[in-house]
């Protein structure tokens, strides 16, 4: 990350720790949840963290007291019979880790998890915009001018492989309290007092 080589640079959007975070604001959430599905694209990160990803994720749901149980998901056509799985495996609330297949679905997503009554944490706002319950992830507008200044730097003359990735510094919390009431779920205050914005 610190030095990528080649002719490559950019940024992270996500963070090895990040899985925690959802988890706990959905425990949060909603203190009854006992199991917690995890919904990734396994093809979309390499090997190495397809392995580690969802052991970090096991333990991190351990510490909480919930289980975890991982779906997958490789394409759309897969969304409707893995919600039906996690209905069936009794799946409590929805974790949705962040791949830009799933980010052009989010609409669908967000529709299925309100279908499957799952409350959901998504990685980015545009998801709850769309009608999911909350969603903690990078502030794009950070991301977006510090991704200009790059662009500023390698015009410049700095070589790409010079400028280290960065992974993101300012995380935002969006809660749709419209989502949790048609859940029927009653938003800790200490939850909401957190968010950086709360659509009604």
């Excluded at 991190?60 to 975890?68: D, E, H, P």
């Excluded at 700095?158 to 949790?180: G, H, M, R, W, Y």
């Amino acid at each position: 990350m610190a030095r990528p080589g080649g002719n490559v640079t950019g940024f992270s959007v996500t963070l090895p720790d990040l899985i925690g975070k959802f988890l706990e604001l959905i425990k949060e959430a909603v203190p009854g949840a006992s199991r917690v599905a995890l919904l990734l694209k396994p093809d979309a990160m390499p090997a190495l963290v397809r392995e580690a990803r969802p052991k970090e994720a096991d333990a991190s749901a351990r510490a909480l007291g919930v289980k975890l149980q991982v779906f997958e998901a490789r394409r759309r056509d897969d969304f409707d019979e893995v919600f039906s799985n996690m209905s069936m495996a009794g799946a409590d609330a929805l974790v949705v880790w962040p791949t830009p297949v799933f980010q052009l679905e989010r609409r669908r997503l967000v529709d299925l998890a309100a279908e499957h009554r799952l409350p959901a944490v998504f990685p980015f706002r545009n998801y709850v915009e769309a009608g999911g319950l909350m969603s903690y992830g990078p502030n794009p507008s950070d991301l977006t001018r510090r991704a200009a200044i790059y662009v500023g730097k390698i015009l410049k003359g700095t070589k790409p492989s010079d400028l280290p990735v960065e992974q993101p510094t300012k995380f935002e919390l969006v809660i749709n309290l419209k989502t949790a009431k048609a859940l029927g779920i009653a938003v800790p205050a200490s939850l909401l007092a957190r968010a950086d914005e709360v659509i009604d």
